[in-house]
């Protein structure tokens, strides 16, 4: 690599004419960025903003305390939609190097996902581009399927057709299924549900244009689930997991689904729909039932689901919903322990029945802004009809899935957050 930068890590504070405050300082062709050890991992991918905004876009990470995750704080620092710069990492052992190879490959992937653009991603490339990612990690243990359209409906597959139906584009389901050697036909012990809205202009409940310009991240969900399951793979998952993707466009035309509309779903529960802008739990409402119908014991979902979740944590937490205390707390620990943030909300039996309708045994929301107070929980509650009886379910609310503008941290756009968590959690379960 021509121009290299070679990045240092020292725990003593600057020293010469730099202050000793300042989080970098520059000697010839290395710069060294100093730590607290209280927030080092926060540090460097502050660092690393820092150094791409300067210009550097040829990194050397040396001495040895570079540990994998101040390594892959760097990698999360740097990366930028607009091209990532070339990084040689400090030599790990031969499992570390790879795992952290694998963890910087799909994280990357799954933040690119999230930032191409709604002309590119259709629900069609979404579904096939994910099939092929996950298969390249375990090519023969990986067999899916995809029911497209008007086909939606031979499956009773209502929501993720009526909320797509809109589009020329057509709406999708995507079925995969990892299934180690020697599982044979026992049933998976995990479903993965992700909401793949490609882009989402609110339907006839239509978004501002503030609102709506980064639409194009509502298939978060499903890309982050994707990445968690290939991260899982990659960590040598030895358990059979199916994944669900249920991906649509929801946007406006003669066809589209309206206010007033009822759906009536495979489980014989109906829905008024009084928000065409509520429509990601809709779509899950699927995924959660084939999910169910497939015998896994453990049920995950994850949505950019709702603005109440931002609200309540933020762009820095994922929200996590949960019947199960016992579930909410080993995913709590995942993510502590895989250097993520998520967040429990609340949920109980009540919040189901807060969506009330006179024509359906529920609505898709309430008829004002956001839901009303609670809204997160009202939409885990919604969600929480369509999971089977005695599954162990939970459901992340992606609040921290994208950034709108850069930050100090991380750029804008697709995050990443929540792979790592959801892959521990598949990986222990």
């Known amino acids: 690599m021509a121009n290299v930068l070679t990045v ?110 709604p002309e590119e991603m259709s629900p069609q490339v979404l579904a096939q581009d994910t099939a092929d990612f996950i298969a390249s990690f375990a090519p023969e243990n990986v067999s899916f399927r995809t029911i497209e359209g008007e086909e939606l409906l031979d499956h009773e597959l209502v929501g993720i057709h009526g909320v797509g139906r809109g589009s020329v584009r057509p709406p999708v389901l995507l079925e995969l299924d990892f299934c180690p050697d020697g599982w044979g036909d026992a049933a998976p012990i995990a479903a993965l549900v992700g909401k793949g809205i490609t882009f989402d202009s609110g339907g006839y409940s239509i978004k501002q244009s503030e609102s709506m310009l980064h639409m194009k991240a509502d298939m978060g969900g499903a890309a982050t689930v994707a990445g968690a399951l290939a991260l899982a793979i990659s960590r040598g998952l030895n358990k059979r997991v199916k994944l669900y993707l249920c991906c649509a466009e929801n946007l406006i035309s003669g066809h589209a689904y309206k206010l007033g509309d009822v759906l009536t779903y495979k489980n014989g529960l109906s829905v008024e729909i009084v928000n065409t802008d509520a429509e990601g739990r809709l779509v899950l409402a699927d995924g959660l039932i084939l999910a169910s119908e497939s015998g896994a014991e453990l049920i995950l979902d994850a949505a950019t689901l709702t603005g109440a979740a931002v609200t309540a944590l933020g762009e820095h937490y994922n929200a996590v919903f949960s019947f199960d205390k016992q579930l909410s707390d080993e ?55 369509f999971v089977a009886k005695g599954r162990r379910w939970a459901h992340f609310d992606l609040a921290a899935c994208m950034l709108g503008s850069d930050s100090g941290y991380l750029s804008a756009g697709g995050t990443g957050k929540g792979i790592r968590t959801i892959a521990r959690t598949l990986l222990e379960e």
């Open 331 to 385: 995913i709590l620990g995942f993510s502590k322990a895989e250097n993520e943030n998520h967040w429990p909300l609340p949920l109980e039996p009540f919040h189901a029945a807060l969506a009330p309708s006179n024509y359906a045994d529920t609505a898709n929301s309430r008829p004002i802004k956001g839901g009303g107070p609670g809204g997160a929980s009202n939409a885990a509650g919604f969600l929480s009809r």
């Open 8 to 117: 240092k890590l020292s725990s003593q504070p600057a020293s010469g004419v730099w202050n000793e405050k300042a989080n970098i300082s520059f000697e010839g062709d290395s710069v060294t960025v100093h730590l607290n050890g209280v927030m080092d991992v926060e540090q460097i991918q502050s660092a690393s903003r820092q150094l791409l905004a300067l210009g550097f876009r040829s990194f050397q990470l040396s001495g040895d305390d570079w540990g994998f995750e101040k390594q892959f704080a760097f990698a999360q620092g740097v990366y930028s939609p607009k091209g990532i710069p070339e990084v040689q990492y400090h030599s790990l052992s031969d499992e570390e190097n790879k795992d952290l190879q694998n963890l910087i490959k799909i994280s990357y992937w799954t933040r690119q996902q999230v930032n191409r653009t």
